[in-house]
């Protein structure tokens, strides 16, 4: 494996039941900028159902202090496990990655979960810093969809 090719991994506990969390990615993604506004403005389904493999959904974020845009196909989808896989076909991670994956899985913890976020990526040249920050945006997002889950939403 060259430096080329990077795996990011994050584990952290919410209060969410994982079935809701993995719900707001799965079938509900248009309101994770209700949940979490300073992050992610909106998402859109361009292709397909929500939910579905194979559906195409764009995302419009601001990250690292500027607008961007994402369109990602998912990829894969267990509901039994809280999984699901977002590939990146386009946007602005891609002027830095040849392939970029998302992975989140929520598993039940006590009264709340576990949330583990993966990472998978390709970069364009070896002078492309590994994406920490992109792990701390999804991270952060995901406390504030938490918070969101348990205000009663």
């Known amino acids: 494996m060259s430096g080329l090719y990077g795996k990011l991994e994050a584990d ?5 039941p994982a079935s809701k969390f993995h719900e707001m990615f799965h079938t509900k993604p248009h309101h994770v900028s209700n949940a979490s506004g300073d992050k992610v403005q909106g998402c859109e389904l361009h292709e397909g159902e929500w939910g579905k493999v ?8 601001f990250h690292e202090g500027k ?3 994402a369109k990602q196909v998912i990829e894969a989808v267990d509901e039994e496990k809280n999984l699901i896989v977002l590939k990146m076909i386009e946007g602005d991670l891609m002027k830095d990655y040849k392939n970029f994956k998302f992975i989140m899985q929520a598993t039940p913890k006590g ?6 976020w993966t990472l998978i ?10 994406s920490y920050s ?3 945006f999804v991270a952060a997002m995901s406390k504030d ?4 889950l348990m205000g009663g939403n």
Request: aromatic share 16%.
């Open 134 to 136: 992109m792990l701390e």
């Open 12 to 16: 952290f506990e919410i209060k969410a």
């Open 145 to 148: 969809i938490d918070a969101y």
């Open 121 to 130: 990526y390709e970069k364009l040249h070896e002078n492309i810093p590994h």
């Open 54 to 61: 194979g559906s195409v959904i764009y995302w419009n974020y």
């Open 67 to 69: 607008a961007k845009v």
């Open 111 to 116: 009264k709340g979960s576990v949330v583990h």
